[in-house]
């Protein structure tokens, strides 16, 4: 099992940062990558961003591109979240999750593992 807690959220304006930090421990020699999810009042979760522990290599939605960035401390085996440039739109519960392989990496359905979320919320 891998445990993953998520902090960093909170209430910021329009054109702000924050900066979201997701720890992992457990078994965390059995996950490949780490991704951010969002899941904003009435709708789906969907894909932020991901990294690979190992080659780190990034993923980004397009709605983000440009003005979040993930990176990995390997040795904390902690991720982060980078969101500048804040949207409204971006207003949502943050998910942290890993996963065991590279399939699918951009996919809710294929992590294993969640955090429990935290809020970011965007005012405009």
């Known amino acids: 099992q891998v445990q993953l807690v998520e902090s960093g959220g909170g209430l910021v304006q329009a054109g702000g940062s924050l900066s979201l930090s997701c720890a992992a421990s457990g078994?965390?020699?059995?996950?490949?990558?780490?991704g951010w999810f969002r899941q904003a009042p009435g709708k789906e979760r969907e894909f932020v961003a991901?990294?690979?522990?190992?080659?780190?290599?990034?993923?980004?939605?397009?709605?983000?591109?440009?003005?979040?960035?993930i990176s990995s401390d390997n040795a904390k085996n902690t991720v982060y979240l980078?969101?500048?440039?804040?949207?409204?739109?971006?207003?949502?519960?943050?998910?942290?999750?890993?996963?065991r392989?590279?399939?699918?990496?951009?996919?809710?359905?294929?992590?294993?593992?969640?955090?429990?979320?935290?809020q970011v919320t965007v005012s405009s």
């Not at 078994?27 to 780490?34: V, Y």
């Not at 804040?86 to 949502?92: G, N, Y």
């Not at 392989?101 to 935290?118: A, F, N, P």
């Open 101 to 118: 392989t590279l399939l699918r990496i951009t996919s809710t359905d294929h992590y294993e593992y969640w955090g429990q979320g935290t």
């Open 82 to 99: 980078q969101m500048n440039s804040l949207k409204p739109e971006d207003t949502a519960v943050y998910y942290c999750a890993a996963k």
């Open 50 to 69: 991901a990294i690979t522990w190992s080659a780190g290599t990034t993923y980004y939605a397009d709605s983000v591109k440009g003005r979040f960035t």
């Open 27 to 34: 078994r965390t020699f059995s996950s490949i990558a780490m």
